[in-house]
């Protein structure tokens, strides 16, 4: 499954689940807290069906001041209030970036290693007490049924960009790198069969996830025999692939991909937005394979900066991890920023400072009452906190924020012993692969599952098979709502049709973590909603606010990573332009 279900990278929302048998687990990145909601200088707290409530933030500057008989008392409180605010000491930074998940954490670093000479003084607020977002890394208890076992709850794996690669290595965790066998196959599950899907152009006339016609199809509409693009449309992901490369490539290939990678549907999913590479072919050369030659050939005459020696260079398409989990790489952040990342700062409130200087925000830390001086903003948290730290001063940059979905999707890890699987996955012995994918048309539930303990060394004892298994998303809304013991069933049921032994032996449950809000949903729309939101940022006078996170930069790991650089450079040319920065 393409990047495991990448999910959101801000923040942890999880629902409550019955005890995961009688096995005790620990859970290597702690659990989620309550988030605050804020009505103007009144904090509470509650929780809503178990999950994380986000920071929510009134603008004070932006509430009518109502001229009443009780403005006297009004005027006396707000002395009250303006002399409390005087007991706190202001902490004045260049950059505040709130949410410590990877996008946050990514850029908070590439400002502090790539933008020194400009940006002196940045700080990374989380109203939890860890780091890391949506990255769950379990690791088995000793002394109980876990013990040996290591797994994630969130996104599993990534792709080793030059990106990805340049944060373990500034953030000092390169050596701890483990990457997946470049060979390992793909599978999809199509017609009572795992089919493998073709690694590279010399698979392509064997492979036979597809039928000759559905090749020559496939191949006629590259070299651009196919129905011209609609004028003045945005087309769906099933809509440019049908009409470019037919109906066999969308139901075999591209649907389940969009199902491993999204948890969406692809008739709603915007190519344009969700696989815009492959979009722009298109529009580069008239066709996809047009594009491709013409994307060669203007690379070939601007070519890229030398790539960094230092660097390593993995080998085919693989992915990666850490030898201890993801966990390790916004550990590993967090350690090399140091004080600069706040945990446990809950925003309460944001104020636009007089003359559009920056911004006062009001924290409630382990501390007490914080306020931040920050000359810029970068919110990083999911869109639909986002959107409600800004209402109060933009109702339309908050609604365009809320019209993205996330849907709900559970991650299932259990294993199973290697005898239980079936015969015919075995290659010398032994279970062969990266995974599989699920169309939908073939009676599957389960998403896709992930061979854990296959992709990375160390993951589960040995003569024990360890599968991640991710199930619900944009089509089966409903998982939200399951026990865990049916979730677990359903699960069951679907890898015994293809890759266990119909009476093998029982799985055990290791974890199952539903989160209720996964993956942002890039549908139709999302990029012209995005433009919105920011453009409405700008109009409210809220210049020096940005937006980060999986829902601007793509909701792969690698994505979000790059995304984090992205950000810190759109910032620093900000604050080049606008803001003398504090040395």
């Given at each position: 499954?393409?990047?495991?279900?990448?999910?959101?990278?801000?923040?942890?929302?999880?629902?409550?689940?019955?005890?995961?048998?009688?096995?005790?687990?620990?859970?290597?990145?702690?659990?989620?807290?309550?988030?605050?909601?804020?009505?103007?200088?009144?904090?509470?707290?509650?929780?809503?069906?178990?999950?994380?409530?986000?920071?929510?933030?009134?603008?004070?500057?932006?509430?009518?001041?109502?001229?009443?008989h009780a403005s006297q008392f009004n005027r006396a409180r707000s002395h009250v209030v303006a002399a409390a605010r005087a007991s706190v000491a202001?902490?004045?930074?260049?950059?505040?970036?709130?949410?410590?998940?990877?996008?946050?954490?990514?850029?908070?670093?590439?400002?502090?290693?790539?933008?020194?000479?400009?940006?002196?003084?940045?700080?990374?607020?989380?109203?939890?007490?860890?780091?890391?977002?949506?990255?769950?890394?379990?690791?088995?208890?000793?002394?109980?049924?876990?013990?040996?076992?290591?797994?994630?709850?969130?996104?599993?794996?990534?792709?080793?960009?030059?990106?990805?690669?340049?944060?373990?290595?500034?953030?000092?965790?390169?050596?701890?790198?483990?990457?997946?066998?470049?060979?390992?196959?793909?599978?999809?599950?199509?017609?009572?069969?795992?089919?493998?899907?073709?690694?590279?152009?010399?698979?392509?006339?064997?492979?036979?996830?597809?039928?000759?016609?559905?090749?020559?199809?496939?191949?006629?509409?590259?070299?651009?025999?196919?129905?011209?693009?609609?004028?003045?449309?945005?087309?769906?992901?099933?809509?440019?692939?049908?009409?470019?490369?037919?109906?066999?490539?969308?139901?075999?290939?591209?649907?389940?991909?969009?199902?491993?990678?999204?948890?969406?549907?692809?008739?709603?999913?915007?190519?344009?937005?969700?696989?815009?590479?492959?979009?722009?072919?298109?529009?580069?050369?008239?066709?996809?394979?047009?594009?491709?030659?013409?994307?060669?050939?203007?690379?070939?005459?601007?070519?890229?900066?030398?790539?960094?020696?230092?660097?390593?260079?993995?080998?085919?398409?693989?992915?990666?991890?850490?030898?201890?989990?993801?966990?390790?790489?916004?550990?590993?952040?967090?350690?090399?920023?140091?004080?600069?990342?706040?945990?446990?700062?809950?925003?309460?409130?944001?104020?636009?400072?007089?003359?559009?200087?920056?911004?006062?925000?009001?924290?409630?830390?382990?501390?007490?009452?914080?306020?931040?001086?920050?000359?810029?903003?970068?919110?990083?948290?999911?869109?639909?906190?986002?959107?409600?730290?800004?209402?109060?001063?933009?109702?339309?940059?908050?609604?365009?924020?809320?019209?993205?979905?996330?849907?709900?999707?559970?991650?299932?890890?259990?294993?199973?012993?290697?005898?239980?699987?079936?015969?015919?996955?075995?290659?010398?012995?032994?279970?062969?692969?990266?995974?599989?994918?699920?169309?939908?048309?073939?009676?599957?539930?389960?998403?896709?599952?992930?061979?854990?303990?296959?992709?990375?060394?160390?993951?589960?004892?040995?003569?024990?098979?360890?599968?991640?298994?991710?199930?619900?998303?944009?089509?089966?809304?409903?998982?939200?709502?399951?026990?865990?013991?049916?979730?677990?069933?359903?699960?069951?049921?679907?890898?015994?049709?293809?890759?266990?032994?119909?009476?093998?032996?029982?799985?055990?449950?290791?974890?199952?973590?539903?989160?209720?809000?996964?993956?942002?949903?890039?549908?139709?729309?999302?990029?012209?909603?995005?433009?919105?939101?920011?453009?409405?940022?700008?109009?409210?006078?809220?210049?020096?606010?940005?937006?980060?996170?999986?829902?601007?930069?793509?909701?792969?790991?690698?994505?979000?990573?790059?995304?984090?650089?992205?950000?810190?450079?759109?910032?620093?040319?900000?604050?080049?332009?606008?803001?003398?920065?504090?040395?």
């Open positions: 499954m393409a990047q495991a279900v990448a999910m959101s990278s801000a923040r942890v929302a999880t629902v409550p689940r019955t005890n995961l048998g009688p096995a005790a687990r620990h859970d290597a990145t702690s659990a989620a807290i309550p988030r605050v909601a804020l009505s103007q200088a009144h904090l509470s707290s509650r929780l809503l069906s178990g999950s994380r409530i986000p920071d929510r933030a009134i603008l004070r500057s932006q509430i009518p001041r109502r001229q009443s202001v902490e004045e930074a260049d950059v505040v970036i709130v949410g410590a998940g990877v996008s946050g954490l990514c850029t908070g670093l590439a400002l502090t290693t790539d933008h020194a000479d400009t940006v002196s003084k940045v700080i990374v607020t989380e109203a939890r007490e860890r780091v890391g977002g949506n990255i769950t890394t379990v690791v088995g208890e000793a002394g109980t049924a876990n013990e040996g076992y290591l797994w994630e709850e969130g996104p599993n794996s990534f792709q080793p960009n030059d990106a990805m690669l340049k944060c373990a290595l500034d953030s000092g965790v390169i050596d701890q790198l483990v990457l997946g066998d470049p060979d390992a196959p793909r599978f999809v599950f199509w017609e009572g069969r795992l089919r493998p899907v073709p690694a590279g152009l010399l698979d392509l006339p064997v492979f036979d996830l597809m039928s000759i016609f559905g090749k020559i199809r496939a191949g006629l509409g590259a070299f651009g025999l196919r129905p011209a693009p609609p004028e003045g449309k945005e087309e769906s992901v099933e809509e440019f692939v049908r009409r470019n490369l037919g109906a066999e490539v969308f139901e075999r290939l591209i649907e389940p991909f969009c199902s491993g990678v999204y948890a969406g549907d692809p008739s709603k999913l915007s190519m344009k937005a969700a696989f815009g590479k492959v979009w722009r072919l298109e529009q580069l050369g008239g066709s996809v394979f047009g594009g491709s030659l013409k994307l060669i050939k203007e690379r070939q005459a601007n070519p890229p900066p030398p790539r960094d020696p230092r660097l390593p260079k993995p080998k085919g398409q693989t992915v990666g991890s850490f030898q201890k989990g993801l966990i390790t790489l916004p550990n590993g952040i967090a350690n090399k920023l140091g004080d600069r990342v706040r945990l446990g700062w809950k925003l309460s409130a944001i104020e636009k400072q007089p003359g559009g200087s920056g911004f006062l925000l009001s924290y409630d830390t382990p501390e007490g009452a914080k306020k931040l001086a920050a000359r810029s903003l970068l919110l990083t948290v999911p869109s639909y906190i986002a959107a409600d730290l800004l209402k109060p001063y933009s109702p339309a940059a908050s609604a365009a924020l809320s019209s993205f979905y996330y849907p709900p999707v559970a991650a299932v890890t259990i294993s199973y012993p290697k005898e239980a699987i079936r015969e015919d996955r075995l290659v010398g012995g032994e279970l062969k692969g990266f995974g599989q994918l699920h169309p939908r048309s073939q009676g599957i539930v389960t998403l896709g599952t992930i061979y854990s303990s296959v992709l990375f060394p160390n993951r589960a004892p040995d003569g024990r098979v360890l599968l991640l298994c991710y199930i619900g998303g944009a089509c089966n809304t409903k998982i939200a709502t399951m026990s865990e013991e049916d979730i677990v069933k359903q699960v069951d049921i679907d890898v015994r049709k293809m890759l266990i032994k119909p009476d093998g032996a029982a799985p055990t449950t290791h974890g199952v973590r539903v989160w209720p809000r996964a993956i942002p949903q890039f549908n139709v729309g999302h990029l012209d909603n995005l433009a919105k939101a920011r453009e409405e940022i700008k109009a409210a006078g809220l210049e020096g606010v940005f937006l980060g996170g999986n829902y601007v930069a793509g909701v792969a790991l690698g994505r979000c990573v790059e995304g984090g650089y992205e950000n810190a450079a759109e910032v620093v040319q900000y604050l080049k332009e606008n803001v003398a920065v504090s040395k």
